[in-house]
């Protein structure tokens, strides 16, 4: 077996994005967590960098972000609806449950969450933040793709952008569209 060394600590060499605008893609493993310490439980969202839309540096490319929203509060259910808005699923969603009173923290919605999420894109704003001797990435912003209104807005595609976008769309299609 190989020996350990005599460090008191190993680094992950967990990268941090750096602050700037970029397109994601929203990856699998979404999942609900429910926090040990508080017992609240949130959605966790994984989503890659693969864009940098504002001149930050190409080495923040394919770097994991991942979103937690509060599934359990009016908030996480308000979060989750522009996600769906903001990706192009809202009205499929919308038809598959109908009515207010959908409970998006069930198995059923969570699933289709899982189904249909990934390979989304959507342009968002990170702002790295320092806590607790460690840098964090929090979103400061999402939005449609080209909705404009990050730095970078119009900004010719990269090919990793199109290359995202062909999955997309060849998992759409291989899925039959949006149809249930």
């Given amino acids: 077996m190989i020996k350990p060394g005599k460090e008191e600590r190993m680094d992950f060499d967990f990268k941090v994005p750096d602050t700037g605008d970029y397109r ?5 493993g979404i999942k609900l967590e429910t926090n040990a ?25 394919e770097l994991q972000v991942t979103h937690f929203v509060p599934i359990e509060s009016d908030f996480g259910a308000k979060q ?14 919308d038809k598959k449950f109908p009515g207010e009173g959908v409970d998006i923290s069930s198995e059923e919605f969570i699933n289709a969450l899982k189904l249909k999420l990934p390979g989304q894109l959507f342009d968002g704003g990170i702002n790295t933040v320092e806590k607790d001797g460690k840098r964090r990435a929090n979103f400061k912003y999402i939005e449609k793709v080209g909705a404009g209104k990050g730095k970078a807005a119009g900004k010719a595609k990269t090919a990793a952008a199109a290359k995202a976008e062909t999955k997309t769309e060849t998992k759409a299609a291989a899925a039959g569209g949006d149809d249930w």
Avoid: M, Y
């Fill in 80 to 93: 989750i609806a522009h996600i769906l808005s903001i990706t192009g699923l809202f009205e499929a969603f």
């Fill in 37 to 61: 310490n508080s017992g609240k439980t949130s959605l966790w969202i994984p989503s890659k960098i693969v864009e940098c839309r504002g001149g930050e540096s190409d080495d923040n490319l």
């Fill in 24 to 28: 994601f893609q929203i990856d699998e």
